[in-house]
């Protein structure tokens, strides 16, 4: 139980559009959901937090007019990368945090990786 | 903020050896420090947890202690295999007033070699 997927899994586009990227929790009801970015050879940067049905809560330094979330249901939260640019090229992970379970657990998606040209 | 610093960055150990990973954290009001094993083009997976009022917990070849004094807490993995190869990633939970959020250490890159 417990499992979270992404899609896709991989994206490449061209610099200047918009990517939207799926995060489900297919087995449980996800109140939270995170999203983090992680660039090569580091560790992941939490981006936001986002609770069902409210507006996603940013960290510091990411920009939430470029950053789109929207976590409309309990099993789904969507991260859309407005007028990408080649700096956004990272992996997207997302985590839920699992309604009817110990609330710190958090269950972390495949990622996502986006690739801009 | 909360500031987690993870020790060593690699590290190289022969298959049947043990391995030892060290975090610190700054934030005393952290009580929950989850360790995770991240495999080239994956999300982390979860291996092992610890919450503030346990000093040391263990699963099998995986163990964790923690130190609240210090504010410190290692993983450690006993009878290494390659397949323990990855990377590990120690992260402390801050709690504020509607949850909270894990921040994570640097990583270290485990290699087992057989």
């Known amino acids: 139980g417990a499992v979270v997927s992404q899609h896709p899994s991989r994206v490449i586009c061209k610099s200047g559009t918009s990517v939207k990227i799926e995060c489900r929790s297919l087995d449980f009801q996800a109140t939270t959901m995170f999203w983090y970015r992680q660039f090569p050879k580091q560790s992941l940067m939490l981006m936001a937090t986002?609770?069902?049905?409210?507006?996603?809560?940013?960290e510091q330094g990411v920009e939430k007019d470029k950053f789109l979330i929207n976590h409309a249901s309990l099993t789904l939260s969507t991260l859309t990368v407005t007028s990408a640019h080649p700096e956004d090229s990272s992996f997207y992970i997302c985590?839920?945090?699992?309604?009817?379970?110990?609330?710190?657990?958090?269950?972390f998606g495949p990622g996502t990786r986006l690739t801009v040209l | 903020g909360e500031n987690v610093e993870q020790h060593p960055s690699t590290l190289s150990v022969q298959e049947g050896d043990s391995a030892v990973i060290k975090c610190t954290y700054s934030d005393s009001a952290s009580n929950y420090f989850p360790w995770y094993k991240q495999e080239l083009g994956k999300g982390p997976q979860l291996i092992i947890d610890?919450?503030?009022?346990?000093g040391e917990k263990k699963d099998q070849r995986i163990a964790v202690t923690l130190n609240k004094t210090a504010k410190h807490f290692s993983l450690h993995i006993t009878e290494t295999q390659p397949e323990d190869s990855a990377v590990y990633f120690c992260?402390?939970?801050?709690?504020?007033?509607?949850?909270?959020?894990?921040?994570f250490g640097q990583g270290t890159e485990l290699s087992v070699k057989p």
């Open positions: 986002s609770n069902e049905g409210s507006k996603a809560t940013y």
């Open positions: 610890i919450r503030s009022n346990v």
């Open positions: 992260a402390a939970k801050v709690i504020y007033n509607q949850g909270g959020k894990l921040i």
């Open positions: 985590s839920a945090r699992d309604r009817d379970r110990d609330a710190h657990e958090q269950f």
